[in-house]
């Protein structure tokens, strides 16, 4: 994988000197440039290819999130602030992390390698066959394939049922569906998606799960297992 071409803004010179230190100390990251002035930021954007966006948020003038909306060319970002109220209005943009200060190096390890990973998902999504990768709580999530147990449907929303954590997504059933079906997920039921592989048994009404959750099986979503 090539490096992650990146950019670091933020109003605080300390910050600055701390972010180049840790990406000197990381591999698969190529730090460009880091700016102070969130303008000349946004020219360098314009003019240069960057992957990844390193930013703080709270700045004179003109704040993270305003930098990023009037970014031309939006690369993935980690937005960096001191204040957690922040996170609901960078949901709408890519953001793969949010980290709080003051921030530990395996702490910004663990963002970086997110976006490495999310970087690579997205050039080769066709190809990927072990996880998945979606938005839920503000931030880029990726779970394993093995750890998913069911995805749920309400409405505008999906619940990702996984071994560790229940994720609430803002994607509708169908376009979930059309996207992984690929990766072994088939419909059961209007409400329920299931992974091929992680079923134990079915009868006609209801499909038993490896982990031994029961759920219900749609009539119009039989063929879909095959049925007589």
């Known amino acids: 994988m090539k490096e992650l071409q990146t950019l670091a803004v933020d109003d605080e010179y300390p910050a600055l000197e ?15 440039n880091t700016f102070s002035d969130p303008e ?3 020219l360098f954007l314009n003019k240069n290819e960057v992957d990844l966006l390193i930013l703080d948020i ?28 922040h996170a609901a209005k960078a949901f709408e943009l890519d953001v793969i992390d949010y980290l709080i200060k003051p921030i530990s190096f395996e702490r910004f390890e663990k963002a970086i390698t997110k976006a490495k990973e999310y970087y690579l998902f997205k050039q ?6 072990d996880f998945i990768m979606f938005k839920s709580d503000y931030i880029i999530n990726k779970i394993k394939l093995d750890d998913i147990y069911w995805v749920e449907g309400f409405g505008e929303y999906i619940k990702i049922v996984s071994r560790y954590k229940k994720h609430m997504v803002l994607e509708r059933m169908t376009k979930f569906e059309e996207l992984h079906r690929h990766l072994g997920f088939i419909r059961i039921h209007k409400s329920y998606l299931i992974i091929k592989e992680h079923i134990a048994s079915f009868n006609s009404r209801t499909v038993l799960l490896k982990n031994g959750k029961e759920l219900p099986i749609g009539r119009t979503y039989k063929n879909n297992l095959k049925l007589n």
């Open 124 to 129: 080769t999504k066709d190809t990927v066959e």
């Open 18 to 32: 701390l972010i180049k230190t840790y990406c000197t100390n990381l591999k698969g990251i190529n730090l460009l």
């Open 58 to 85: 709270n700045m004179p003038n003109i704040n993270g999130i305003e930098l990023l909306k009037k970014a031309e060319k939006k690369p993935l970002c980690i937005f960096i602030t001191a204040e957690e109220q």
């Open 40 to 42: 000349n930021a946004i």
